[in-house]
């Protein structure tokens, strides 16, 4: 059983920036592509950002585009989504989930989003106006 943990969310006004990172316990992400997904309440969880596993290649909702960044870093096996101009609408649960494959679907479609085969607990992000 993969264990995904997720870290960095917190309460940050309008404007301001946070970096939340994603590990795994006991497995290394470095072989597999990573994506970033946030839900709110009554909403289904929804991918905004990915990044592939040998090209690192990376892929991100219209939404996230500009302003959020995947990145990888191989030597602490984390993959990090830095976030910028935060607004309220930004205000998630944010997830990062691996389906085992080594390439991200660049739609970040729902199917894609459904296959994924772990998942962490998630890291609330509040934005505050």
């Known amino acids: 059983q993969v264990q995904l943990v997720e870290s960095g969310g917190r309460l940050v006004q309008a404007g301001g920036s946070l970096r939340l990172a994603c590990d795994a316990e006991?497995?290394?992400?470095?072989?597999?592509?990573v994506g970033w997904f946030r839900q709110v309440p009554g909403k289904e969880r929804v991918g905004i950002a990915c990044?592939?596993?040998?090209?690192?290649?990376?892929f991100y909702t219209d939404s996230v585009k500009g302003r959020f960044t995947i990145s990888r870093d191989k030597s602490t096996k984390t993959v990090y989504l830095q976030m910028d101009s935060l607004t309220p609408e930004d205000t998630a649960r944010y997830y990062c989930g691996i389906d085992l494959t080594e390439v991200c679907q660049p739609t970040l479609d729902a199917a894609w989003g459904n296959g994924m085969r772990y998942w962490g607990a998630g890291t609330a992000v509040t934005v505050s106006s």
């Open positions: 990044i592939n596993s040998r090209d690192d290649n990376t």
């Open positions: 006991d497995f290394t992400l470095d072989y597999w592509a």
